[in-house]
Each structure stands twice: as structure tokens, then as C-alpha cells.
Antibody
Framework: EVQLVESGGGLVQPGRSLRLSCAAS????????MHWVRQAPGKGLEWVSG????????GYADSVKGRFTISRDNAKNSLYLQMNSLRAEDTALYYC?????????????WGQGTLVTVSS | DIQMTQSPSSLSASVGDRVTITCQAS??????LNWYQQKPGKAPKLLIY???NLETGVPSRFSGSGSGTDFTFTISSLQPEDIATYYC?????????FGPGTKVDIK
């Protein structure tokens, strides 16, 4: 059974940093691209970042480019999102999502999310 | 930048009704469109990929159609467990972009 478990969320002041993690199990992690998708309270879905199976292809939404860094450790079956210079508008539930392909844009499994609140 | 719109933004229908949601892209995206269901308090779930293909395990009352700029998502017979918000997502132009969502509830 595919499982994605996010962690690392919490309350953080504007301008500070936070690192999210996603622990994956139930599938061959290094065969698939992985993504972070967020959802602000009461709002819709926003793709944040994605990384191909071998980290060779990485992309970011314009809203986080230059502030967030996605990475993965295939040996640990883990995905990460380093979030720097956090803003109030980054407040959201952050989902880790598995791609159907090694490098693609279809998200077939999602974690339950970790909540990030940016506030002073 | 590409824009995605969905209509209606919300709807209320009776059990057994046929429900149709439309998704429109501001430019041609071929069939690079997926549909997701998000039940309250839950993570999204992939239902339809490449505009018209049913994801494995998804009930056949769900279907999708369209190509280019205009797409349709249909629930042939609405069930109580279909209460959710439905999102389209394009991936022809990167970054992938979700539509604003359509909230479906029971009348």
C-alpha cells in the first residue's frame, strides 16, 4: 500500500525558515517523480514544486521560486521542501504527491498534508 | 500565462441526478488535463487522466471528455459519497495549474 506521510509543519514567523519532509513507502520511490502541492485555508490547490526521479529535473511555481528548494533522498525514500523567507501567503496545508511517471505531472497518490502557518 | 476556469463554482443536485462540470483553458492544452476529487478534510484523489481516461478503481459513473480548450466532467448518477470539490488540472504548459474547483453537494 502506497503511503506518504508529511511532517515538519508548524507555526513560524514571517521571514523564517521551515523544512518539510515526506516519508514514502509501499512503492519503489526512485522510480517516480514527486511533488509538493499546497492548499491555503478554504482555497484551491496550488502546485508548489516537483522533482524527477533522479533529481535531474526540478521545477517551482513562480510564487516560491528563489525561496523554496525541493530535494529527495532515494536511499531514505524521502522528499523534502526547504522553505526560506516565509511569508503570510505561504500559510497552507502542504501535500506530498507521487507522480505516475518518473518525470511527469499526474498525481496519483497524496499524503494527508502538514500545516504551515506563517504569522507573527 | 495559461488560465483555467471551471463552472459552475458550486452546484446542488439530487441523488441520481446527472452532474456536469466544465473546465476551460485559456489556450489549447490538447488532452493534457486531469480531474481530481477532494472530499471535505481529505487529500485530493485522481479520478480522470488525459481528459477521458478513468483511473483504476474509480467508479464508472465518473467520466471526462474534451480536448483543446473545453473539457467536461460528468457524474452520471450522483451518489451521497460524491459530495466533494472537483478540480481540473492542466499540464500542457508548465507549471501545472489547477482550476478553481467546483463544489458539489446534495440537494
Amino acid at each position: 500500500e502506497v503511503q506518504l506521510v508529511e511532517s515538519g509543519g508548524g507555526l513560524v514567523q514571517p521571514g523564517r525558515s521551515l523544512r518539510l519532509s515526506c516519508a514514502a513507502s509501499g512503492f519503489t520511490f526512485d522510480d517516480y517523480a514527486m511533488h509538493w502541492v499546497r492548499q491555503a485555508p478554504g482555497k484551491g490547490l496550488e502546485w508548489v514544486s516537483g522533482i524527477s526521479w533522479n533529481s535531474g529535473s526540478i521545477g517551482y511555481a513562480d510564487s516560491v521560486k528563489g525561496r523554496f528548494t525541493i530535494s529527495r533522498d532515494n536511499a531514505k525514500n524521502s522528499l523534502y521542501l526547504q522553505m526560506n523567507s516565509l511569508r503570510a501567503e505561504d500559510t497552507a496545508l502542504y501535500y506530498c504527491a507521487k507522480d505516475v511517471y518518473s518525470s511527469g505531472w499526474r498525481f496519483d497518490y497524496w499524503g494527508q498534508g502538514t500545516l504551515v502557518t506563517v504569522s507573527s | 500565462d495559461i488560465q483555467m476556469t471551471q463552472s459552475p463554482s458550486s452546484l446542488s443536485a439530487s441523488v441520481g441526478d446527472r452532474v456536469t462540470i466544465t473546465c476551460q483553458a485559456s489556450q489549447d492544452i490538447s488532452n493534457y488535463l486531469n480531474w481530481y476529487q477532494q472530499k471535505p478534510g481529505k487529500a485530493p484523489k485522481l479520478l480522470i487522466y488525459d481528459a477521458s481516461n478513468l483511473e483504476t478503481g474509480v467508479p464508472s459513473r465518473f467520466s471526462g471528455s474534451g480536448s483543446g480548450t473545453d473539457f467536461t466532467f460528468t457524474i452520471s448518477s450522483l451518489q451521497p459519497e460524491d459530495i466533494a470539490t472537483y478540480y481540473c488540472q492542466q499540464y500542457d504548459n508548465l507549471p501545472p495549474l489547477f482550476g478553481p474547483g467546483t463544489k458539489v453537494d446534495i440537494k
